[in-house]
């Protein structure tokens, strides 16, 4: 219950509106014209302006030269294969052999500060108003990355637990005044992942059942109980309307708060329930505005035309719809679990395969925002600067202003291609970081998974270093 009070005192510390930074940063971080406007010191942007992600200095310019070096010695830590491989279990072991105390004292000033927000609302704060000077926004996540086991006593007491921890991180994300508030959401932290998995064999293909995604809105909207889905078991269904009435409670907060909120994809075996529920929380929350984003994985053959039957049963039921496109963090363990069961491999079997079904899938949701203004929302969630490159020419081709209600988001995980966002949110882009709120001990599964996927992306990290060095060089070798 640790967390939860933490929580508490980070959304009683914004509700105070007590800022308590220097005139210059209050000034910057909320422009005159109204708290929805970013003020960019130095810089104006035009519809037709090109973005230029190799200015150095204007990409590094919100950043301290300690911060600089720091990201500079992690990110050739990830180009270390055998740490990368293997860093979840160097990190426990140095905790171990360091103790806590010391080994926090260790982390705090390196690793987690580079991909964490803070554990309280002081630091937390800092990061969100200094991203926000230089027009980034905050996507703000819970660190709940373990899956929580249903074979004890106290499995509701922990989903229960789950579940006020995520409704006080959406308190505190509609209380930051940040445009468009956004939170990210783990919904199989609410439930059994059992209960997941059956679910996900029973309805493998959600839109293609609409009668069963109406059946669950329908709980959602009246809490009246499911009694019967497909061959779950009397346990099963009961856990199922535990987990609605659950779900029910994060969709009020966020139509209360005007609060988008993003439902993250995981394994292909837990998918389809998480999809189920994602569309019965559109059919639900997304009446004149996408609140609910469904995350689509381009690294999996079939998403585009998953995605397409999705808009399908947005559009029959007229609701407004959302998806945040990523290219996915599962790809070995997919593959390995495919050769494991004997089923066909559902990953694509190259990068450019996967970028060539994110590239579709971005058309697909970019034509949609241009046709039906407001109607649809796409979050190009990614750190390959060349999809990102592609998303800005696809606005200019379609006519998509950078901020407006035709939406448009692009996010990266806050640590990782800061010279893409830092780029973007200069240039009038709405931008998002994915800021993870929690303390060192709750974010350090959280932490291993970034030092992973700053190795996955090496052409990335490479061009991000180079940015670093350059800036750096400038900083500590200019005499004028």
């Known amino acids: 219950m640790q967390r939860g009070v933490s929580y508490q005192k980070l959304l009683d510390g914004l509700q105070q509106r007590t800022w308590n930074l220097p005139f210059y940063r209050q000034q910057n971080t909320i422009a005159s014209g109204g708290r929805h406007s970013f003020a960019i010191p130095g810089h104006r942007f035009t519809q037709n302006e090109t973005i230029n992600f190799d200015d150095a200095e204007k990409a590094c310019q919100s950043k301290t030269t300690w911060e600089l070096l720091r990201s500079s010695l992690i990110l050739n830590a990830c180009s270390v294969e055998k740490f990368v491989k293997h860093n979840y279990k160097i990190l426990s072991w140095t905790r171990r052999l360091m103790g806590r105390s010391v080994f926090n004292a260790m982390m705090r000033p390196t690793v987690y500060k580079q991909f964490v927000g803070g554990d309280d609302f002081t ?284 939406r448009v988001i692009f996010a990266q995980s806050y640590g990782m291609s800061d010279f893409i966002s830092l780029s973007l949110g200069q240039a009038g882009y709405m931008t998002y970081k994915s800021i993870p709120y929690g303390t060192i001990d709750e974010a350090l599964p959280y932490l291993s998974r970034r030092l992973n996927e700053n190795s996955s992306i090496l052409g990335g990290v490479r061009r991000e270093r180079k940015i670093i060095r350059s800036a750096l060089g400038r900083r500590l070798f200019s005499f004028n």
């Open 123 to 406: 630091s937390f704060q800092e990061t969100v108003s200094r991203l926000q000077t230089v027009g980034v926004r905050p996507l703000v996540m819970v660190t709940l990355e373990e899956d929580v086991k249903d074979d004890g006593p106290d499995a509701d007491q922990l989903f229960d637990r789950n579940l006020k921890i995520m409704k006080d991180c959406m308190e505190m994300t509609a209380a930051l005044g940040s445009q468009n508030p956004m939170m990210q959401i783990k919904p199989s932290g609410l439930f059994p992942l059992a209960l997941c998995k059956s679910v996900s064999a029973e309805i493998p293909f959600p839109s293609s059942e609409p009668e069963v995604v109406e059946k669950i809105a329908n709980s959602m909207e009246t809490s009246k109980e499911v009694t019967k889905l497909g061959n779950l078991s009397t346990i099963e269904v009961a856990q199922l309307n535990k987990a609605l009435n659950r779900i029910k409670q994060i969709c009020k907060v966020a139509m209360e708060r005007k609060l988008m909120i993003l439902v993250d994809a995981e394994y292909t075996y837990l998918n389809p329930c998480l999809n189920l529920l994602a569309l019965a929380m559109m059919l639900h929350c997304n009446g004149s505005e996408p609140l609910v984003t469904n995350t689509y994985q381009n690294y999996l053959k079939e998403t585009p035309n998953i995605l397409l039957k999705d808009i399908e049963l947005a559009q029959t039921h007229g609701v407004t719809f959302g998806a945040k496109l990523v290219r996915g963090a599962y790809i070995y363990n997919e593959r390995a679990l495919a050769k494991e069961k004997g089923y066909p491999d559902p990953v694509c079997e190259t990068f450019e395969k996967t970028t060539k079904n994110y590239n579709r899938s971005m058309d697909i949701m970019m034509e949609k925002v241009a046709k039906h203004p407001g109607k649809f929302c796409v979050t190009i969630a990614s750190h390959n600067e060349d999809t990102v490159k592609r998303g800005t020419n696809k606005m200019a081709e379609l006519g998509i202003p950078r901020s407006s209600d035709q």
